[in-house]
């Protein structure tokens, strides 16, 4: 086929949580045409701007491809080669005189979305063995992950609304209609949500701003920042104190109900209206509306999370399916079944172990470790701070919480003294500016993908493979190659290893522990894909649909699922319990004990004084992540990091519509243009995540243009959830006045 011809290709889209199918058109090697593909199972042809952008990032001049190497003080081209060895003759000193814990380790968001790194950034974190691992989970969604693995037994067993079946849906804290899910990855929610509401279903929204999914919905209640545990707990205590619960054929697997009510007994609507901003008999309305509903899901995020009752608040969303009967029923809240890499779908079904919490504790402040990973807010103190342990060489892979993480200017301090900095990542960002040495990973549109991690979050169950769809650039390896080269170091390898060599290596090892003495026709069949594409055919031929190598002939595989460009529908999402269970008592453990400890923290802060004025963030379909604000198609249009400011409070504070203010907390400002809109209550400012593209050393002229105000510059690193250890991002009182 000529060069030049078009030629269609089909692409999973890696730029957030929904997971599209896209239908691309190649023409020359080059990407000229961008559609939602309407043949996809899972996605059905949704496109939203993101998308789009693929092709602006791939071309992206700012986009890294050729490792830099800092001398002489500035980041300077290098081959990869030099790049490895300036690693090897530097990293393994500092392992040698300070430990392996010596050596931390930073993943990102954008790790999730690439296979390579995903499943090889884990592999690593095990081969080196320190204890200084951190991630953008502690930023956004461990509570999640906390109250679903203490409930259910795993991290990731995490119940999302079966919205195509669903009556009733109450979202608190979360804008699927911007996000398309949120840990619920459902592509084309509005129109889902518009579905709903035509077949007679209600959408009733809890949020201190009008947002777009708010502006949708039937009912929108506001709610004052950091008040939703408050909210649920009442909640709760109405369906317990009134005898609304139903636990229906949940209640031979429920533990701990009878607690509960003694639990939440204190929290009444009257006493907890005046803390949400919302009157009692709206509370209870509330708390009946949703115990009377057929097939009703709750749902909460991003503002369930980032607050400082994020834990409680996630259990309590769960509590409430539980109580009302709607907990893993059809048009409630259901478990997918992923076809492949799903703890919740191996060992012994309906038991388990449960998760640990806290089995060790960060060296300088004390933060107890949740799955395996320290709050990144610690980072900075473990770098500071002299002693056995003290992190002196970083990794960074695809992150950047120079902006991402609270008081981002104390960490960038942190890292410049650094014995030692490698990032893996395609942008010289604000982090990666303070690199040793930065190896650029591939383009999305250059390497094969499965989502790993999302299909356990799916609205429903599908399986789905993308092939790379543009040639990999001569002598570039690919990011898993580049993870297996940097383990190899830690563990004295050496740079110069082959990696596909050490990579089959290092699968007979574990497919010789889990298939035994079949160990040997499993590595046969499994033949002689690259990396992360026969760990993925591993995956999918041992997991529940899988062909289980021959012996069910109609069942997954990678092969199978190569032959299917659209994806494969595995169906709508079924009832798993108690097959799904993993807490050692088979049960959903209703009233975990550290979140009935919790509660005690929660009743004595019920009087604190409401702060005149707090800040909240918020979540814009062009720019979920601050490296998206590089890609001109997604940069261009109105500037939207603008503080909002109700009416009231603009008038009280002197301030006026497109003007200049100054937010300040915790000793620290930034400015930011006022938009002036009643869709924030009064009390509420909201500035969005991810600006201040100001700082010297990024490379990223287009975010530079308009760098915007960088909310988490203002935050407080020691403001943790203390059970989760996620970040305190919501709810934080700041002062407003006129710049």
């Given at each position: 086929?000529?060069?030049?011809?078009?030629?269609?290709?089909?692409?999973?889209?890696?730029?957030?949580?929904?997971?599209?199918?896209?239908?691309?058109?190649?023409?020359?090697?080059?990407?000229?045409?961008?559609?939602?593909?309407?043949?996809?199972?899972?996605?059905?042809?949704?496109?939203?701007?993101?998308?789009?952008?693929?092709?602006?990032?791939?071309?992206?001049?700012?986009?890294?491809?050729?490792?830099?190497?800092?001398?002489?003080?500035?980041?300077?081209?290098?081959?990869?080669?030099?790049?490895?060895?300036?690693?090897?003759?530097?990293?393994?000193?500092?392992?040698?005189?300070?430990?392996?814990?010596?050596?931390?380790?930073?993943?990102?968001?954008?790790?999730?979305?690439?296979?390579?790194?995903?499943?090889?950034?884990?592999?690593?974190?095990?081969?080196?063995?320190?204890?200084?691992?951190?991630?953008?989970?502690?930023?956004?969604?461990?509570?999640?992950?906390?109250?679903?693995?203490?409930?259910?037994?795993?991290?990731?067993?995490?119940?999302?609304?079966?919205?195509?079946?669903?009556?009733?849906?109450?979202?608190?804290?979360?804008?699927?209609?911007?996000?398309?899910?949120?840990?619920?990855?459902?592509?084309?929610?509005?129109?889902?949500?518009?579905?709903?509401?035509?077949?007679?279903?209600?959408?009733?929204?809890?949020?201190?701003?009008?947002?777009?999914?708010?502006?949708?919905?039937?009912?929108?209640?506001?709610?004052?920042?950091?008040?939703?545990?408050?909210?649920?707990?009442?909640?709760?205590?109405?369906?317990?104190?009134?005898?609304?619960?139903?636990?229906?054929?949940?209640?031979?697997?429920?533990?701990?109900?009878?607690?509960?009510?003694?639990?939440?007994?204190?929290?009444?609507?009257?006493?907890?209206?005046?803390?949400?901003?919302?009157?009692?008999?709206?509370?209870?309305?509330?708390?009946?509306?949703?115990?009377?509903?057929?097939?009703?899901?709750?749902?909460?995020?991003?503002?369930?999370?980032?607050?400082?009752?994020?834990?409680?608040?996630?259990?309590?969303?769960?509590?409430?399916?539980?109580?009302?009967?709607?907990?893993?029923?059809?048009?409630?809240?259901?478990?997918?079944?992923?076809?492949?890499?799903?703890?919740?779908?191996?060992?012994?079904?309906?038991?388990?172990?449960?998760?640990?919490?806290?089995?060790?504790?960060?060296?300088?402040?004390?933060?107890?470790?949740?799955?395996?990973?320290?709050?990144?807010?610690?980072?900075?103190?473990?770098?500071?701070?002299?002693?056995?342990?003290?992190?002196?060489?970083?990794?960074?892979?695809?992150t950047n919480p120079v902006l991402?993480?609270?008081?981002?200017?104390?960490?960038?301090?942190?890292?410049?003294?650094?014995?030692?900095?490698?990032?893996?990542?395609?942008?010289?960002?604000?982090?990666?500016?303070?690199?040793?040495?930065?190896?650029?990973?591939?383009?999305?549109?250059?390497?094969?993908?499965?989502?790993?991690?999302?299909?356990?979050?799916?609205?429903?169950?599908?399986?789905?493979?993308?092939?790379?769809?543009?040639?990999?650039?001569?002598?570039?390896?690919?990011?898993?190659?580049?993870?297996?080269?940097?383990?190899?170091?830690?563990?004295?390898?050496?740079?110069?290893?082959?990696?596909?060599?050490?990579?089959?290596?290092?699968?007979?090892?574990?497919?010789?522990?889990?298939?035994?003495?079949?160990?040997?026709?499993?590595?046969?069949?499994?033949?002689?894909?690259p990396g992360p594409e026969r760990?993925?055919?591993?995956?999918?031929?041992?997991?529940?649909?899988?062909?289980?190598?021959?012996?069910?002939?109609?069942?997954?595989?990678?092969?199978?699922?190569?032959?299917?460009?659209?994806?494969?529908?595995?169906?709508?999402?079924?009832?798993?319990?108690?097959?799904?269970?993993?807490?050692?008592?088979?049960?959903?453990?209703?009233?975990?004990?550290?979140?009935?400890?919790?509660?005690?923290?929660?009743?004595?802060?019920?009087?604190?004084?409401?702060?005149?004025?707090?800040?909240?963030?918020?979540?814009?379909?062009?720019?979920?992540?601050?490296?998206?604000?590089?890609?001109?198609?997604?940069?261009?249009?109105?500037?939207?990091?603008?503080?909002?400011?109700?009416p009231s409070d603009a008038a009280?504070?002197?301030?006026?519509?497109?003007?200049?203010?100054?937010?300040?907390?915790?000793?620290?400002?930034?400015?930011?243009?006022?938009?002036?809109?009643?869709?924030?209550?009064?009390?509420?400012?909201?500035?969005?995540?991810?600006?201040?593209?100001?700082?010297?050393?990024?490379?990223?002229?287009?975010?530079?243009?308009?760098?915007?105000?960088?909310?988490?510059?203002?935050?407080?690193?020691?403001?943790?959830?203390?059970?989760?250890?996620?970040?305190?991002?919501?709810?934080?009182?700041?002062?407003?006045?006129?710049?």
């Open positions: 086929m000529p060069p030049s011809a078009e030629t269609l290709a089909y692409r999973i889209c890696p730029l957030c949580e929904a997971c599209c199918g896209l239908e691309l058109t190649v023409s020359g090697g080059a990407v000229t045409a961008v559609r939602g593909d309407d043949a996809d199972p899972f996605s059905q042809g949704h496109l939203c701007p993101k998308a789009v952008a693929l092709r602006d990032l791939h071309e992206d001049p700012d986009r890294l491809r050729q490792p830099l190497l800092r001398r002489g003080g500035v980041l300077e081209p290098c081959t990869w080669d030099e790049a490895f060895a300036e690693i090897e003759r530097r990293l393994p000193p500092i392992l040698a005189a300070g430990g392996r814990d010596a050596l931390g380790l930073v993943a990102g968001n954008p790790v999730v979305h690439k296979m390579g790194l995903l499943l090889y950034f884990a592999r690593l974190a095990r081969a080196v063995g320190t204890r200084n691992i951190y991630s953008a989970a502690t930023l956004d969604q461990m509570p999640k992950q906390l109250s679903s693995g203490l409930l259910f037994g795993h991290w990731l067993s995490v119940p999302v609304p079966d919205i195509e079946r669903t009556g009733y849906l109450l979202v608190l804290g979360a804008n699927p209609v911007v996000s398309n899910g949120s840990m619920w990855t459902v592509p084309g929610f509005e129109r889902k949500a518009r579905a709903l509401r035509a077949r007679g279903g209600k959408l009733v929204v809890v949020d201190p701003r009008r947002t777009e999914t708010a502006a949708l919905a039937d009912r929108h209640l506001p709610i004052r920042p950091g008040a939703d545990a408050f909210l649920l707990l009442a909640m709760a205590q109405v369906l317990l104190a009134e005898g609304r619960v139903r636990l229906g054929r949940l209640a031979e697997h429920v533990a701990g109900l009878p607690g509960l009510a003694d639990a939440v007994a204190p929290f009444t609507p009257e006493r907890v209206a005046g803390r949400c901003g919302i009157g009692a008999g709206q509370i209870r309305d509330l708390a009946r509306e949703l115990a009377s509903a057929e097939r009703a899901a709750v749902y909460g995020r991003m503002g369930t999370c980032t607050q400082e009752y994020g834990t409680l608040a996630s259990w309590l969303v769960d509590v409430l399916n539980v109580l009302t009967g709607n907990l893993d029923e059809p048009g409630g809240a259901m478990f997918p079944r992923a076809p492949a890499f799903a703890a919740n779908t191996q060992s012994r079904p309906g038991q388990g172990k449960g998760v640990a919490v806290g089995r060790r504790r960060s060296r300088v402040s004390g933060a107890p470790e949740v799955m395996g990973e320290l709050p990144l807010g610690c980072l900075a103190e473990e770098i500071e701070t002299p002693g056995q342990g003290q992190v002196r060489a970083l990794l960074t892979v695809a991402s993480a609270p008081n981002g200017a104390r960490l960038a301090r942190a890292l410049d003294g650094l014995e030692l900095m490698v990032s893996v990542d395609v942008y010289v960002n604000e982090t990666t500016r303070h690199a040793h040495v930065v190896l650029p990973g591939l383009s999305p549109l250059e390497e094969p993908h499965y989502d790993v991690a999302f299909p356990q979050l799916a609205w429903r169950n599908a399986a789905r493979m993308s092939p790379a769809v543009l040639p990999r650039p001569a002598g570039q390896p690919a990011e898993w190659e580049i993870l297996l080269r940097l383990q190899a170091i830690c563990l004295g390898l050496g740079a110069g290893i082959d990696a596909a060599a050490y990579d089959a290596e290092l699968l007979a090892e574990e497919v010789g522990r889990a298939a035994g003495p079949q160990a040997p026709a499993v590595l046969q069949a499994l033949g002689g894909r760990l993925l055919d591993l995956g999918l031929r041992t997991g529940p649909y899988g062909d289980g190598f021959g012996k069910v002939p109609a069942g997954l595989s990678l092969a199978r699922l190569a032959a299917a460009p659209h994806g494969i529908d595995l169906g709508p999402l079924q009832p798993r319990i108690p097959e799904v269970l993993r807490t050692a008592s088979g049960k959903i453990e209703l009233l975990p004990d550290m979140l009935r400890a919790d509660l005690f923290r929660a009743a004595a802060d019920l009087d604190r004084p409401v702060p005149a004025l707090v800040v909240v963030g918020r979540r814009q379909l062009r720019s979920n992540n601050s490296w998206m604000h590089n890609l001109p198609v997604l940069a261009k249009g109105p500037f939207r990091c603008t503080a909002l400011v109700h009280r504070l002197g301030l006026r519509d497109g003007a200049r203010a100054r937010l300040a907390a915790n000793g620290r400002s930034v400015e930011a243009e006022v938009q002036v809109s009643d869709e924030v209550m009064p009390g509420v400012v909201s500035l969005p995540h991810g600006w201040g593209h100001d700082l010297p050393g990024a490379r990223l002229r287009v975010a530079a243009e308009r760098p915007g105000a960088n909310l988490n510059a203002l935050l407080d690193e020691g403001l943790r959830d203390p059970l989760s250890g996620n970040a305190v991002l919501s709810g934080v009182a700041v002062e407003l006045t006129p710049a």
